[in-house]
């Protein structure tokens, strides 16, 4: 990874309902797994360390 790599914000999204994780959303959107379209934003991404 790059500084300019490590700069970068992610947003990330989370199906309500599952739980699976969006890099991004597209407008409109359903979940993939689920196929509903209930989603909040978890940001900033969780890092382990």
Known sequence: MNDSEA??????YACETCGLVYARLEEPQTCRLCET????????APVDQ
């Open 7 to 12: 700069e970068t914000v992610r947003q990330l």
């Open 37 to 44: 379209a209930l989603f909040v934003a978890v940001y900033p």
